[in-house]
């Protein structure tokens, strides 16, 4: 069994990366794109599933907490029976999403301007060292330059360092990163087509 | 219990055992006695009978054959004996019998000893009678040869007599033919006797001439060397035709005590042997009256009172002067032409004609001076002039009688036989005469050599002598000392210069091995093994000092503050990261939320920049024809919401206000459909677009990047039905629309710089003509830029700060413009609270590294 789905895994794999190549095998190409589709709509499924079960236990197992697991198991199954009932372009499941996700996104977004502006500021009595005081200074330095005073820019700050900034060290930096990136990209399909790794399981 | 150590073995005996109980090897050492067989034989007691007889088979043939003939002729001379006792006149002893002069008894006063000897022993010359009964002493001989045993049956009261030495007379260093009163002539009697047997003409019977016995001493060396190599069974008949070499006199004991073979024994024995018979036939009273002077030596005829006082010129015979001398020339043989000229002691080393019985074969040779008269042996004085080979057959003292002195090998190989320089030992003291006196006593102490141990054993086994104790010699061979070369048992200290009994010692200190195998307390314990100090008394009290005590105590203190609470200053640290945290809050609440419920636009818009990502992007949104279908993805998470909607809302803004596309929207999260939906009916609220007819939803991508690059290659196959479940490929915004190049142009809304690089890697070869825009968050801006720069990206708007650009273009103000000062003011704070906190930090921070350090 394991040697079958390896063999299934390797024969998808380069069937999929001679489609980019061969126009011919375009057609088979696509409908195994379109499976992998399926199966992560399906994994999504799945993966409700999962939430459900692991919040149950917790439930009969009165454990802590289990207070908000029994209120997320609520508003998982009112959501899915409204958006089946009344469909996601009703204004009362966008409402239910304006009023209640972003809001509470956006909050934790906020949180996190505090927390990240509260490490800085204990960044130095944690670690003294020169990274630490670039990484500061950079940082102080970009909130100056995308920022502007009432009375104008701060010229040399937006003119010259900022633009230098992100033309300069943040473009190189990405570039970088995505060069990794994309080795690393090549690199794991390569040996999941040669079965090296596994990532579906068949150790 | 005493024990003693085999030291052979290991094995622990009795103290009084001779002979181990496990190896049967001697306990004690070689040269150590037997029990009671050293011990001389006292005063009245009868000696220990021997039998001889069973040693008869072991004979030579020619002692047995002397023996047989002796028995043939004892019936003759007996009665001979009882004619000759009748006759009156005195006649020389007829008796051819080279033992004649070993037939000494105690009793026997009148035994014919030469003068010589007598000196020699230290005792007065007795004058001879002539007129002895022949009989008397033919009786003499015939015990003698036939073995029998009327020497046992010597009176003891005689050998008590002969055995009290007289001190006086042995310390005296005269000797006795110094003394005045001497009158025997003992002048040189053998070398005088010798020397007239020369001139005497030839007897009746021609005999074969004879070495003289002044033979050199390198010859006799040799003779006794060859008695000492030559085994008892190795001799061989041409050894015996081959050796003519003359014997010396002092071998003589060895050869008479040696019953091995007739080739060990000198030829001149032997010749005096078998001339015997001859001497028996051919001589006649007659002659033996006509030649008296030249038949008899003059030691003999020294016994008369003329001779005597004329032989008293000389101090010692020639013959012993020249021993070891030169060789001289051999004197004929005719000197013993008849019985009459051998000397007694000559005829006492002679080989007896009958095989000697047990005590004779282990007997020294020295002449029996129990013989003489025991007045006569206590008068005599020692002479200090004895040779020293005299000396060496000195036997031991009776207390020293351990090591018997019969010896075959060469006396020089003995340094415990030979004499002292410095003290020259008489060879004949009044000890050997009571030793000699005692002979079957001490010669059954005496150890006999391996030859005669082995035929004793061999003739004891045979005449199953189980019973019996074994002799001394007898388990000679099974010692393993005795496998130690001669010479190394001769090296061994004589037990007599160790004065101590293994037997009654306790000490266990025997030597186990070497050539000191079996002797105790020779090698002394030495005293560097002993202690020479009293051990050091230490003391299990501990003594502590003050120090000790000092460093114990804080010891004791450093332990107990281990286990001592310390109270913990987590709580300050706790409460100042709350009050840091409540105040980075309110400040940023305060100065943002203040400035921006103030709706105050003091800050300067940031100004636009020419050629830029936002410019390319507002020419990209410019180019893009009237009503032409547009792409539009939402990619972002609620919580980036208001960021994504105040970027995007004035490019989408700019562009459905001027070129009033059709909008297809799609979402790659799974709540970028309501989100769609909430901008839509949102900021662009104003743009009145209606759902299916200016634009359609067609909903969540899943699967990822293989969704997109599926979405990218077949668009209706991927995505048939919206968001609502309907075909929206036939609606009037997806008009025309079949792939992916179709669309005038794709807007992606992301937050994220990896689904930029999806869209851009999937989507960008697939989409042909169709531009790129990417509106995106600040965060994900610098990682789009090199897609961007390398042309796969067509426009950029980033942040904020290029949707106000874009406002600026549109010169219309909008959210971005309204959040400007808010986002500059909290912009600015934040660096300054980096900044200010940041010092804080530091100093703090070294304050508490210091201060720790301080408390290290």
């Keep these: 069994m394991r040697y079958i789905a390896v063999a299934v895994a390797i024969v998808a794999g380069l069937i999929v990366l001679i489609g980019y190549f061969v126009p011919a095998v375009a057609g088979v190409q696509d409908v195994l794109l379109n499976w992998a589709i399926i199966l992560a709509g399906v994994a999504a499924l799945v993966g409700v599933f999962n939430l459900i079960s692991v919040h149950g236990d917790k439930i009969r197992r009165r454990e802590k907490g289990s207070v908000y697991s029994a209120i997320l198991l609520i508003c998982l199954f009112a959501s899915f029976i409204f958006g089946l009932a009344l469909g996601p372009d009703n204004p009362n499941m966008r409402l239910l999403v304006s009023a209640v996700i972003v809001p509470v996104e956006a909050t934790l977004m906020a949180l996190l301007a505090v927390t990240l502006l509260y490490a800085s500021i204990r960044l130095l009595r944690r670690r003294t060292d020169l990274m630490s005081i670039v990484f500061l200074l950079t940082a102080v330095l970009m909130l100056i330059a995308s920022a502007t005073l009432p009375f104008g820019e701060i010229s040399p700050l937006n003119d010259l360092v900022r633009p230098w900034f992100q033309q300069v060290l943040a473009l190189g930096g990405a570039r970088g990163i995505l060069i990794g990136v994309a080795l690393g990209t090549l690199t794991t399909g390569l040996r999941v087509l040669f079965g090296t790794d596994r990532p579906y399981g068949g150790n | ?856």
């Excluded at chain 2, 073979?261 to 006649?284: C, G, H, K, T």
């Excluded at chain 2, 690059?709 to 196959?717: G, K, L």
């Excluded at chain 2, 912009?827 to 930090?841: D, F, K, N, Q, R």
């Design chain 2, 1 to 856: 219990m005493d024990t003693i150590k085999c030291p052979v073995c290991g094995e622990l005996n009795p103290a009084d055992a001779e002979f181990c109980q496990n190896c049967t090897s001697r306990l004690a050492p070689l040269t150590g006695s037997l029990k009671g067989e050293g011990a001389p034989i006292q005063p009245g007691q009868i000696p220990t009978k021997k039998v001889t007889a069973e040693l008869e088979p072991i004979l030579p043939q020619w002692l047995r054959d002397a023996r047989e003939k002796a028995r043939q002729s004892a019936s003759e001379d007996s009665s001979a004996s009882s004619l000759s006792a009748d006759s009156p006149t005195p006649t020389v002893p007829s008796t051819p019998d080279l033992l004649a002069g070993l037939t000494s008894q105690g009793n026997d006063e009148e035994e014919e000893v030469p003068d010589w000897l007598v000196s020699l022993t230290g005792n007065t010359p007795v004058q001879k009678k002539m007129n002895e009964p022949e009989a008397e002493d033919t009786q003499q001989v015939k015990w003698v040869e036939l073995g029998g045993h009327e020497d046992s049956e010597e009176p003891i009261s005689s050998i008590g007599a002969t055995q009290t030495p007289s001190k006086s007379s042995v310390e005296n260093t005269t000797p006795s033919w110094m003394m005045p009163q001497e009158p025997a002539p003992e002048k040189d009697e053998l070398a005088a006797w010798l020397s007239r047997a020369d001139q005497s003409p030839a007897p009746a019977q021609p005999i074969e001439p004879i070495p003289s016995a002044s033979a050199s001493s390198t010859e006799d060396l040799d003779w006794l060397k060859n008695l000492e190599s030559k085994p008892f069974a190795a001799a061989s008949t041409s050894e015996d035709q081959s050796s003519n070499q003359p014997k010396p006199f002092d071998s003589q004991p060895h050869s008479v005590t040696t019953p091995s073979s007739a080739s060990d024994v000198p030829d001149w024995l032997n010749n005096l042997q078998d001339q015997r018979s001859s001497f028996d036939e051919s001589i006649s009273p007659p002659a033996q009256e006509a030649q008296p002077a030249s038949s008899q030596p003059d030691w003999l005829q020294s016994n008369s009172p003329t001779q005597s006082e004329s032989s008293t010129q000389s101090e010692v015979p020639d013959w012993l002067k020249t021993f070891g001398q030169a060789p001289t020339a051999p004197e004929p043989s005719a000197s013993f032409s008849s019985s009459s000229d051998m000397p007694d002691w000559l005829k006492a080393a002679a080989p007896p004609s009958e095989a000697p019985n047990a005590a004779d074969l282990a007997r020294p040779s020295a002449p029996d001076i129990s013989s003489l008269p025991s007045q006569d042996i206590d008068k005599t004085p020692v002479a200090p002039e004895t040779p020293d080979w005299l000396s060496a057959l000195k036997p031991v003292e009776p207390e020293q009688q351990s090591v018997p002195t019969v010896n075959l090998e060469a006396p020089a190989f003995k340094p415990q036989e030979m004499p002292q320089p410095s003290e020259p030992t008489p060879a004949f003291t009044e000890d050997n005469l009571t030793a000699d006196a005692n002979a079957d006593a001490v010669f059954a102490s005496m150890q006999a050599p391996d030859w005669l141990t082995g035929a004793e054993s061999k003739s004891t086994d045979q005449s199953s002598s189980e019973t019996n104790p074994p002799l001394a010699g007898q388990t000679g061979q099974a010692i393993a000392p005795a496998e130690l070369p001669s010479w190394v048992q001769a090296m061994r200290p004589v037990e007599s210069a160790l004065p101590f009994s293994p037997a009654s010692s306790g000490d266990s200190s025997m030597e186990a091995g070497g050539p000191l195998a079996g002797l105790q307390n020779v090698l002394p314990s030495g005293s560097g093994f002993r202690l020479t100090t009293k051990p050091k008394a230490y003391s299990i009290k501990l003594t502590a000092t003050n120090e000790h005590q000092t460093q114990a105590a804080l010891l004791e203190q450093i332990l107990a503050a281990e286990t001592m609470p310390v109270p913990m200053k987590a709580a300050s640290v706790i409460m100042s990261q709350r009050v840091l945290r409540w105040a980075i809050t309110l400040l940023m609440i305060l100065f943002v939320g203040g400035i921006f419920f103030a709706g105050t636009q003091i800050f300067v818009a940031p100004a636009r920049v020419p050629n830029d990502q936002t410019e390319m992007a507002i020419s990209v949104a410019d180019k893009i024809p009237a009503g032409a279908p547009v792409l539009v993805v939402f990619d972002y998470e609620p919580s980036l919401s208001g960021e994504m909607q105040t970027v995007a809302e004035p490019y989408l803004n700019r562009l459905m206000l001027l070129k009033h596309p059709r909008l297809t929207i799609l979402s790659s999260s799974p709540t970028g459909s309501a989100l769609a939906e909430n901008f839509i009916s949102g900021p662009l609220a104003d743009r009145d677009y209606q759902r299916g007819k200016q634009y359609t939803d067609l909903g969540y991508l899943p699967g990822g990047l293989a969704g997109v690059y599926d979405f990218a290659q077949n668009p209706i196959a991927v995505m048939p039905f919206g968001a609502d479940g309907s075909q929206v490929w036939q609606t009037a915004p997806l008009q025309g629309v079949t792939h992916l190049s179709d669309f005038a142009a794709i807007i992606l809304l992301t937050d994220s710089a990896e689904a930029g690089r999806v869209w851009i890697e999937q989507a960008g070869p697939l989409r042909g003509n169709a531009s790129l825009v990417i509106v995106s968050s600040s965060q994900a801006g610098p990682m789009l830029m090199p897609y961007l720069a390398s042309g796969q990206v067509n426009g950029l708007i980033n942040g904020l700060n290029d949707a106000s650009k874009v406002e600026q273009a549109n010169g219309q103000a909008g959210l971005a413009r309204r959040y400007w000062d808010a986002y500059s003011v909290g912009l600015l704070l934040a660096a300054v609270m980096i900044l200010l906190g940041g010092l804080w930090s530091l100093v703090g921070g070294l304050q508490a590294r210091n201060a720790e350090k301080e408390e290290i």
